[in-house]
T-cell receptor, first 111, second 113 residues
Framework: QKEVEQNSGPLSVPEGAIASLNCTYS??????FFWYRQYSGKSPELIMS????GDKEDGRFTAQLNKASQYVSLLIRDSQPSDSATYLC???????????FGAGTRLTVKP | DGGITQSPKYLFRKEGQNVTLSCEQN?????MYWYRQDPGQGLRLIYY???????QKGDIAEGYSVSREKKESFPLTVTSAQKNPTAFYLC????????????FGSGTRLTVV
């Protein structure tokens, strides 16, 4: 079982719709959770972090965390073509600084 | 402005040649990391360093070497022992403790010719 699993997609949504990206992780002691956006040919850029169960909102982005289900998600409201990218889920354990990445979900927002 | 700089952006290696990728940060971060990314795949950890003069192997360290002589610098050498080095290499840095994410450099694309 992979440590961090994401649906590889591609996920395609129309402009203005809500995009929902999901991630599960296997290590129960994981403490910190991150979403990175990676445009084609570019490096990952941190867009959201979440540490407690529940929702965290930042502009059009909402991260959701459920530690009991070992599940973290990212919602993008009012999706724009500029949101088209690969989104990487990353998980960090409580006892070290080692971050584990999922393979990423490729999102396409169609005008 | 603080940031993390990787060079070169593109690198071509001949068979049997060692090459060194540069990574420099001025964010005062203690920890630095090297990842490899292959097309359509996630990031795989090569080496990481939490403090100067100390580093640990990641999941795919074979064929690679690193040094950490200065806090700001963490160069990666791809040796001739790495049989399939063509990939996108990413350097990252972070604070050693706390719930911080990583800051990434712009990456080096290495191609074997």
């Amino acid at each position: 079982q992979k440590e961090v699993e994401q649906n590889s997609g591609p996920l395609s949504v129309p402009e203005g719709a809500i995009a929902s990206l999901n991630c599960t992780y296997s290590d129960r002691v994981s403490q910190s959770f991150f979403w990175y956006r990676q445009y084609s040919g570019k490096s990952p850029e941190l867009i959201m972090s979440i540490y407690s169960n529940g929702d965290k909102e930042d502009g059009r982005f909402t991260a959701q965390l459920n530690k009991a289900s070992q599940y973290v998600s990212l919602l993008i409201r009012d999706s724009q073509p500029s949101d088209s990218a690969t989104y990487l889920c990353a998980v960090k354990a409580a006892n070290n600084n080692d971050m584990r990445f999922g393979a990423g979900t490729r999102l396409t927002v169609k005008p | 402005d603080g940031g993390i700089t990787q060079s070169p952006k593109y690198l071509f290696r001949k068979e049997g040649q060692n090459v060194t990728l540069s990574c420099e940060q001025n964010l005062n971060h203690d920890a630095m990391y090297w990842y490899r990314q292959d097309p359509g795949q996630g990031l795989r950890l090569i080496y990481y360093s939490q403090i100067v003069n100390d580093f640990q192997k990641g999941d795919i360290a074979e064929g690679y070497s690193v040094s950490r002589e200065k806090k700001e610098s963490f160069p990666l050498t791809v040796t001739s022992a790495q049989k399939n080095p063509t990939a996108f290499y990413l350097c990252a840095s972070s604070y050693r403790t706390g719930n911080y994410g990583y800051t990434f450099g712009s990456g080096t694309r290495l191609t074997v010719v």
